[in-house]
């Protein structure tokens, strides 16, 4: 009797399927998971950290100076609409596969072990991308040391780094306001500070001859690394908190930037030169395949990093708002970086008495060399000057925790009894290894092969690894396998834009894409500076040993199967048997009994025993289930 009273008296407890998110709170957020693979600890961290990868350099240097040199205003026609053919479907379905199946670029290939090549080509580029990526980081910290002064070193000739060629470009002007000297034959004090000391370019004589390592920059490089490992050291638990830092201090930075920049004299003839349509430009191929290649490099998809924050997410998170929430903040935070930037290069123009297109550059000479003049020219110059490279710092640094989780995630999920337990300890190693492989970035030469990594890492490679992933999800698992997966996750299926846009659309603008890249070609080059035969063939082999990693991988996959060249590819492009969501309150319909130790063949009857009652998304999965009886039925008929 006191049993049944005690009973009585106790509380009823409400099994966690059955409950809202209001009545859960934050705890939601933990039922999801496995304990030993971790996850994100708060509600925007997933959200901010794409935000984060999502929103880099590109955005800053690279944008700007496309929009304006392929028809300025004109140019956001074709950027939108590759937006919305390219870049949204592809960030949707990057993440529905990793929170699906809450697996990294390597382990997600169980939906077709046959592509597994595909993983680890994206390891490979995203490995090399990530080398390189942190020396770019070196290069602005060194800088942001260098603006805590009273006097930035790159205002001023007369420095033992100059030459008889450095000249101050601000002086007297005539009565038109010009500059009587010929700025061709000089070089600016910052363009000095960035080759010949920064760099030290001088001390090499090409790339196959580097010269020295840089100790300041070695130093710079080796801080880089161990602020990367220190937001890294606890997976997504501890870079998930960064981010909330990182990835919105830039947007303060860029508006105080904007405002600075929109009042100085000149500004408005930057902008207008910046945003002036030029429609006959839309004629141009060359047009929207820069659009093309702007979108496809500017959201990441490909590198695998959309990938593995989306493996980390509860089952049901709301990825169809956030895929639109990232993408068209992404596109309006780069519009948004070239009124920064032109503003400041019209005031620029007006005080070097030049037109617009004579001090607009983009990448690396933008943000060392043009940019750092122009901040010369202010008022507090050293102030504007630590502003700007504390947002290319923290703009910089959420892309790298992308790079280096991703690699982390998708061996650590490969062999997880052995490397989870020493996460923190593999992803120092991993980080050592990558500043050892980067020392040679340090030298007098290292940004000729700055130059060829960017150039040749993650070029035509990329674009094939990314077609390989949309066929091999729609065509060989089957777009209403895939359709049917995101409506158990979501509830709801994707519509007749993505579904197009997934099996027609976005492969036929990459196959464009690549197509184009490879009859364009053009040898690199830095400056004056032409690169030897050899460094082009190993530019080349670089690009070309991430798409070998793919046919290598069917090799593997068709080795490891039994039977005739045509039942070994059958099997090895069917799903594993374990494939699916990672958690048994969330494998429902035809996962169900894939489940180790599972014998149920029913998926309600999971859920009834284990919490006695049927959830919204159960419903979905009745749905689901009536679904593939139907198309069962109508294959035997």
């Known amino acids: 009797m006191k049993k049944l009273q005690g009973a009585h008296l106790r509380k009823p407890v409400t099994p966690d399927l059955l409950m809202t998110p209001s009545d859960q709170g934050d705890v939601d957020l933990d039922v999801d998971f496995a304990a030993d693979r971790g996850n994100w600890t708060g509600k925007l961290d997933f959200l901010l950290s794409c935000i984060g990868y999502c929103v880099g350099l590109g955005n800053v240097w690279r944008f700007p100076y496309r929009a304006y040199t392929n028809g300025g205003g004109a140019f956001l026609v074709p950027y939108f609409l590759m937006l919305a053919i390219c870049g949204i479907p592809l960030f949707f379905l990057e993440l529905s596969l990793g929170q699906f199946s809450s697996l990294g670029p390597l382990a997600v290939w169980k939906i077709s072990p046959l592509f597994k090549g595909a993983g680890a080509a994206m390891l490979l580029i995203v490995g090399l991308v990530a080398i390189y990526y942190n020396m770019i980081i070196a290069y602005v910290l060194f800088y942001l040391f260098a603006s805590l002064t009273s006097n930035l070193p790159w205002e001023h000739c007369g420095n033992w780094w100059n030459t008889e060629r450095c000249l101050e470009h601000r002086g007297p002007r005539d009565g038109n306001g010009v500059l009587p000297l010929n700025l061709s034959s000089t070089?600016?004090?910052?363009?000095?500070?960035?080759?010949?000391?920064?760099?030290?370019?001088?001390?090499?004589?090409?790339?196959?001859?580097?010269?020295?390592?840089?100790?300041?920059?070695?130093?710079?490089?080796?801080?880089?690394?161990?602020?990367?490992?220190?937001?890294?050291?606890?997976?997504?638990?501890?870079?998930?908190?960064?981010?909330?830092?990182?990835a919105t201090f830039p947007y303060l930075i860029l508006l105080m930037l904007l405002v600075r920049g929109v009042t100085l004299p000149g500004a408005w003839k930057g902008i207008q030169f910046y945003l002036t349509p030029q429609f006959h430009h839309l004629l141009?191929?060359?047009?929207?395949?820069?659009?093309a290649l702007q979108i496809f490099y500017s959201l990441g998809v490909g590198f695998g990093g959309l990938l593995t924050f989306a493996s980390y997410n509860t089952f049901h998170q709301n990825i169809y708002r956030d895929?639109?929430?990232?993408?068209?903040?992404?596109?309006?935070?780069?519009?948004?970086?070239?009124?920064?930037?032109?503003?400041?290069?019209?005031?620029?123009?007006?005080?070097?008495?030049?037109?617009?297109?004579?001090?607009?550059?983009?990448?690396?000479?933008?943000?060392?060399?043009?940019?750092?003049?122009?901040?010369?020219?202010?008022?507090?110059?050293?102030?504007?000057?630590?502003?700007?490279?504390?947002?290319?710092?923290?703009?910089?640094?959420?892309?790298?925790?992308?790079?280096?989780?991703?690699?982390?995630?998708?061996?650590?999920?490969?062999?997880?009894?052995?490397?989870?337990?020493?996460?923190?300890?593999?992803?120092?190693?991993?980080?050592?290894?990558?500043?050892?492989?980067?020392?040679?970035?340090?030298?007098?030469?290292?940004?000729?092969?700055?130059?060829?990594?960017?150039?040749?890492?993650?070029?035509?490679?990329?674009?094939?690894v990314v077609i390989t992933t949309c066929l091999a999800v729609t065509r060989v698992y089957g777009i209403q396998r895939f359709c049917r997966d995101i409506h158990m996750m979501l509830g709801f299926k994707p519509g007749l834009y993505f579904r197009a846009c997934w099996l027609f659309l976005s492969p036929a603008?990459?196959?464009?894409?690549?197509?184009?890249?490879?009859?364009?070609?053009?040898?690199?080059?830095?400056?004056?500076?032409?690169?030897?035969?050899?460094?082009?063939?190993?530019?080349?082999?670089?690009?070309?040993?991430?798409?070998?990693?793919?046919?290598?991988?069917?090799?593997?996959?068709?080795l490891r199967e039994e039977g005739s060249l045509w039942e070994r590819l059958q099997q090895a492009s069917r799903p594993a048997?374990?494939?699916?969501?990672?958690?048994?309150?969330?494998?429902?319909?035809?996962?169900?009994?894939?489940?180790?130790?599972?014998?149920?063949?029913?998926?309600?009857?999971?859920?009834?025993?284990?919490?006695?009652?049927?959830?919204?998304?159960?419903?979905?999965?009745?749905?689901?289930?009536?679904?593939?009886?139907?198309?069962?039925?109508?294959?035997?008929?």
């Open 323 to 464: 895929t639109f929430i990232v993408t068209l903040g992404n596109a309006i935070t780069s519009i948004l970086a070239g009124f920064a930037i032109f503003s400041v290069l019209g005031y620029m123009s007006q005080e070097l008495g030049v037109p617009v297109d004579q001090v607009a550059k983009a990448g690396p000479g933008l943000a060392f060399v043009v940019y750092p003049q122009a901040m010369t020219m202010l008022p507090l110059s050293p102030f504007w000057s630590f502003l700007f490279f504390f947002m290319l710092l923290t703009l910089g640094l959420d892309s790298q925790f992308a790079f280096l989780e991703t690699i982390v995630t998708a061996v650590t999920d490969e062999f997880p009894y052995y490397l989870r337990p020493k996460k923190a300890v593999f992803s120092g190693l991993i980080c050592v290894a990558m500043y050892l492989m980067g020392l040679i970035l340090t030298t007098d030469g290292g940004m000729y092969w700055l130059v060829l990594l960017d150039d040749y890492s993650a070029s035509f490679g990329l674009m094939v």
């Open 284 to 291: 141009s191929s060359k047009v929207w395949i820069e659009a």
């Open 577 to 637: 048997i374990d494939w699916g969501p990672s958690l048994e309150e969330n494998r429902t319909g035809m996962y169900v009994a894939t489940l180790a130790g599972s014998q149920s063949p029913k998926p309600l009857m999971v859920h009834m025993r284990k919490y006695g009652g049927i959830t919204s998304f159960e419903n979905t999965a009745i749905e689901v289930d009536r679904e593939i009886a139907e198309e069962e039925e109508e294959s035997m008929m």
């Open 187 to 246: 070089v600016s004090p910052s363009e000095e500070y960035w080759s010949r000391y920064v760099l030290h370019i001088q001390g090499s004589q090409g790339i196959g001859q580097p010269g020295e390592i840089r100790w300041n920059l070695c130093l710079c490089l080796l801080l880089a690394w161990v602020i990367v490992f220190l937001c890294i050291l606890k997976g997504v638990k501890s870079s998930g908190k960064v981010v909330y830092f990182t």
């Open 509 to 558: 603008t990459l196959l464009a894409l690549l197509v184009y890249s490879i009859v364009k070609y053009q040898p690199s080059e830095y400056g004056s500076y032409r690169f030897p035969a050899w460094a082009e063939l190993l530019g080349i082999l670089m690009g070309l040993l991430s798409c070998l990693m793919i046919p290598a991988g069917m090799l593997v996959a068709v």
